[in-house]
């Protein structure tokens, strides 16, 4: 395939609308294109949604400039993008990046994609990319080498507060929390005799580590301590298994009676903290 860098347009004759867009290597991204379209799930919903309703045969592909030099190709890319009437593309950036679809865009793309992946094509593609999947994890190292990118990404903490962000954002919604409860309890009900045992053989593998194990505990530790701090003195808050080694009961029976109301607690996060007087006009009852 002749490799040629320039400016092109995928126009629909049924709507008579254009995407304009810019490659290097503008007949591989025109492959791009198409197999995005087929799947149902391309970036530019509008584009997808003609496709879908036209058909392939309505959409057609032409090179309208070609460019020699690599600096001027997003400038001639935008030049035709502000030059289309009523274009696919979102904006003159000559990219799709930074543009956020809504709720209900997302909710269309996830059910054209599941009813592709249902179709023999779509049967094919999941074959593919399982077989992908399963010759990238056979390699140790590739392995060792999305391991290290993800290490990085997680020590970021720019990256720890955007997902404790997220993450307090999605169990603040009514009834989240049972959702995810149901889930587990669903998928966890659902597991055949193997897959428990392959469960139980990942946690033993891990645990039986001494170094993970001591890494386990100091995480937990500092988390402790640092909700214990956000409600005040650490040596006046206790946690629920802190509380129930000093009353010498099990855990359940202590949070049966917080939900009851008939001991004080806070939660933060996960943890239930209560407070040391609390416990003792409690024991004291």
């Not at 609308?17 to 991204?29: L, P």
């Not at 993008?81 to 003159?92: D, F, R, T, V």
């Not at 023999?120 to 992908?132: D, K, P």
């Not at 080498?145 to 954002?169: F, G, H, T, Y």
């Amino acid at each position: 395939m002749a490799q040629i860098m320039g400016v092109y347009a995928l126009t629909c004759s049924v709507t008579e609308r254009v995407y304009i867009g810019s490659s290097t290597h503008v007949k591989a991204r025109w492959s791009q294109h198409t197999f995005d379209l087929r799947r149902g799930n391309h970036p530019v919903a509008d584009m997808q949604a003609d496709w879908t309703a036209c058909g392939e045969s309505s959409f057609t592909f032409e090179i309208v400039e070609p460019v020699l030099m690599r600096e001027v190709l997003i400038d001639r890319e935008r030049w035709w993008i502000a030059n289309q009437e009523n274009p696919y593309n979102k904006s003159l950036n000559g990219t799709m990046r930074g543009y956020k679809h809504g709720p209900e865009m997302t909710v269309a793309r996830l059910a054209t994609r599941a009813r592709f992946l249902e179709t023999e094509e779509g049967l094919r593609y999941r074959a593919h990319m399982s077989r992908l999947a399963t010759k990238r994890f056979q390699d140790p190292q590739q392995v060792a080498d999305m391991a290290a990118r993800v290490k990085d990404a997680l020590s970021k903490p720019e990256w720890k507060e955007a997902q404790s962000q997220r993450m307090k954002a999605c169990f603040n919604k009514p009834g989240e929390r049972e959702r995810r409860r149901a889930f587990m309890l669903e998928r966890h009900a659902n597991m055949d005799e193997s897959e428990r045992e392959r469960a139980r053989a990942r946690l033993r593998a891990v645990y039986d580590d001494p170094a993970q194990r001591q890494r386990v505990s100091d995480t937990t530790l500092a988390r402790t301590r640092a909700a214990k701090a956000s409600v005040g003195s650490v040596e006046d808050i206790l946690t629920q298994s802190e509380a129930a080694c000093i009353l010498g009961c099990c855990t359940d029976r202590l949070i049966r009676h917080v939900k009851q109301g008939k001991l004080p607690a806070t939660r933060v996060g996960r943890y239930v903290l209560i407070f040391r007087k609390d416990l003792e006009n409690y024991a004291n009852l």
